[in-house]
């Protein structure tokens, strides 16, 4: 099978495309061919060791994909070979098969294609957890999504607009602030250009939101608390700014708000409940037509462009690699 590869920690033009040996499922696993696969931040930072969690060299990057179920290892009882599946691994989905243990997989919502049911689950499930499970969002609130054109920004704006969330976006420029503008948010921040907590707060009437989700981190995490109203939520979801925020502890205290972290393997491993009301609101969203925004699709020959798009924050939605795709 055809697969990328890091054979050292770095930027990711220092990926390539290798062909490996197919794998094989073990006792507890599936294997799936993959058609599509998406590109997330996450993706970046293992490539370049610095995610929370080290991958030694050489690995497969790639943690969300979609495709057909081509076999079950001993034990497993389904889903049966042929059907749609969509999953989440550290890493090894950027390969045209990969194998996952049976409970990470779901069937594809009705309604989405391959590269759209790729680019769905992990930005999508995040957004909701950071919006409602985590940030008890509630129809009427104000929420402020930082990095609104990224692949949760967008994602979170779509769902809150979908719930009654009246959302304030915080992206990096104008155009990038167009993007979450037709996926439903009310008002704008350019951060470049314009103060965040100021801004925050002149477009809810002085009062601020009462909630924030941040896959940004940087000083654009101070700003924001800065801009919550008195009880309000703060959910922090990621760190696509680089910099890890220092957060003074007094403006909790001052503003009495609750600061929370989001994690979405660790919700699966203690609130599976959650996970699984989670996944039925949002296959009802779909069902309604809420589809991911995918802004840029991949053969996996340009893996590395892909990425490094991804790095730079060039990027709208979602970016995916399309495994059927030979150029």
């Known amino acids: 099978m055809r697969a990328a590869r890091c054979t050292h920690h770095g930027p990711p033009d220092g990926l390539e495309v290798v062909e490996l040996d197919d794998p094989e499922p073990g006792p507890g696993e599936v294997l799936v061919r993959v058609h599509a696969a998406a590109v997330n931040f996450p993706d970046v930072l293992l490539v370049a ?5 080290s991958v030694p060299t050489p690995f497969t990057p790639g943690s969300e994909f979609a495709g057909v179920v081509a076999a079950l290892g001993p034990g497993v009882p389904g889903p049966a070979v042929g059907t749609a599946v969509a999953g989440a691994v550290l890493t090894g989905a950027f390969a045209e098969q990969v194998v996952v ?3 990470g997989l779901r069937p594809v919502p009705d ?15 995040t957004a909701y957890h950071c919006l409602v499970t985590v940030g008890r969002g509630a129809a009427g609130e104000w929420a402020a999504v930082l990095g609104a054109a990224g692949g949760v920004g967008t994602a979170a704006v779509d769902i809150a607009t979908r719930l009654g969330i009246r959302v304030v976006a915080a992206a990096s420029s104008r155009e990038r602030l167009a993007v979450a503008r037709r996926l439903g948010a009310q008002a704008g921040v350019d951060y470049v250009r314009e103060d965040l907590k100021t801004r925050i707060r002149e477009l809810t009437g002085g009062d601020g939101v009462h909630l924030v989700v941040d896959p940004v981190g940087g000083d654009h995490a101070e700003a924001a608390l800065r801009a919550l109203r008195r009880g309000g939520r703060f959910v922090t979801v990621g760190y696509a700014d680089g910099r890890i925020p220092r957060i003074p502890l007094n403006l909790v205290l001052l503003k009495d708000a609750v600061v929370r972290g989001f994690e979405i393997r660790m919700l699966r491993r203690y609130a599976p409940d959650a996970v699984a009301a989670g996944d039925r609101e949002l296959a009802r969203l779909v069902r309604d037509g809420m589809r991911p925004l995918v802004s840029r699709v991949h053969p996996l020959a340009e893996v590395a462009s892909a990425l490094t798009g991804v790095a730079q924050r060039r990027t709208t939605g979602k970016v995916v690699i399309d495994l059927t795709r030979t150029s």
């Open 49 to 53: 060791g610095r995610y929370q969690v």
């Open 101 to 103: 243990p049976v409970e």
């Open 111 to 125: 309604g989405l294609d391959m590269v759209h049911a790729a680019a769905f689950h992990v930005t999508y499930a």
